[in-house]
């Protein structure tokens, strides 16, 4: 039975003995092969990080630093977020008895998100700034009101999102050739790359993958080389224009001979219909891993094999569904009724 990565992958992680484990069982979500990379003649697996406890790849991170947090004696955690974090650091906090203060930008947080931190107890405080901004004020606050910052530049959040590479490994015996990571902040490639890097030097693997970080193109800093100002893009978790870890994402993507791509909000909202037709529903953020790759494989560019992680379950975010769906009408409880409203709409297969 699956433990809780803190248990999994202790040797590899910076937990003593004695450090109070708080834990959901997060981590050892579905690796999944799919259909999607069927018309470019490449694989495309799925590693299917929303099946986390809060929704999102980042609880992988917060076991770790609430842990660690704990075993510190602090008084409380602080945040800024996008909305992921926050849900997940709430949670977090509430488990292991902690305050929480969440700052968000005002604008921009998907509602499920707020909704989850707001259930879990969290102090909510929007801040009228985007995100950068609000993640210089958190930095700031956690020195002058004692708290515990949990972002990802705090080394715990990375040491644990490492874990996700290891799972990909353990699975497949072996790396895979390349793995495609939405990227915002960038701790997430980031820790994915360390994983790999330690699986090698522990001799679980012998040879690593290509890194590939995907951006939206109105939030692409890391694709144009320099910080963007005003982000914009419909995958509001990524929308971030000064990335905390740029230099751990450039690394990653020298060493491993990978490269940076920018996607379009349609070819990131495109990805996430495709992905909803393999069952499985990301939010947009999410999909831009395989909007990347299907952008790569257009241009001939592809790796043979690419594992997409997709970091956030699609409830966090009704708001960009329903704005492109057209609500259903109901009708009578008559099966002639139901007939004509079948015949109208075709059959999947
Ligand atoms: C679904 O919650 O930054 O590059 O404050 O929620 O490690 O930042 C979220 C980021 C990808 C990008 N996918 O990861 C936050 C936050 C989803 C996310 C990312 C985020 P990083």
Redo the contacts with the bound molecule.
């Keep these: 039975m699956w433990r809780g990565l803190i248990e999994e992958y202790r040797p590899f992680l910076p937990v003593e003995h004695a450090t109070p484990v708080i834990t959901m069982l997060e981590g050892g979500t579905p690796l999944l092969p799919s259909r999607l990379g069927t018309p470019y003649g490449i694989r495309i697996g799925v590693k299917y990080d929303a099946a986390n406890p809060t929704g ?3 609880d992988r991170g917060m076991t770790v630093a609430v842990s660690k947090a704990l075993e510190a004696k602090a008084s409380g955690i602080i945040c ?7 849900a997940s650091a709430a949670a977090y906090a509430a488990r292991a008895g902690f305050r929480c203060v969440v700052l968000l930008p005002a604008r921009g947080v998907a509602t499920s998100k707020l909704v989850q931190s707001l259930a879990s107890g969290a102090l909510i405080i929007p801040i009228r700034a985007p ?1 950068d901004r609000v993640l210089r004020l958190a930095r700031q606050a956690a020195t002058r009101f004692g708290l515990t910052l949990v972002n ?1 530049v705090n080394p715990h959040r990375l040491a644990g999102q490492k874990t996700v590479a290891f799972e990909i490994c353990d699975v497949l015996g072996r790396a895979p050739e390349a793995l495609a990571v ?8 980031t820790a994915c790359w360390l994983g790999f890097k330690d699986y090698r030097s522990a001799g679980r693997i012998d040879r690593l993958p290509r890194m590939i970080g995907v951006q939206a193109a109105g939030a692409a800093p890391l694709v144009r080389g320099r910080p963007v100002s005003q982000p914009r893009t419909v995958a509001s ?2 929308r ?1 224009g000064r ?1 905390a870890t740029w230099e751990g994402a450039v690394q990653a993507i020298a060493e491993s001979g990978g490269q940076f791509v920018a996607v379009s909000d349609d070819e990131i909202l495109q990805a996430q219909v495709a992905l909803a037709g393999e069952g499985l529903f990301v ?1 947009p ?2 999909a831009a891993s395989v909007a990347g790759t299907f952008k790569l494989a257009r241009e001939g560019a592809a790796p043979s094999e690419v594992i997409c992680i997709l ?2 379950h699609g409830l966090k975010d009704p708001e960009v569904v329903l704005a492109r769906a057209t609500a259903p009408r109901s009708i009578p409880p008559t099966l002639d009724a139901l007939a004509s409203r079948l015949s109208g709409t075709p059959s999947r297969r």
């Design positions: 999102s790849f980042k800024a977020s996008t909305g992921n974090t926050a995100f990802s939405p990227v915002g902040n960038a701790g997430n490639i978790a990524i971030i990335p939010e953020a999410s970091t956030g």
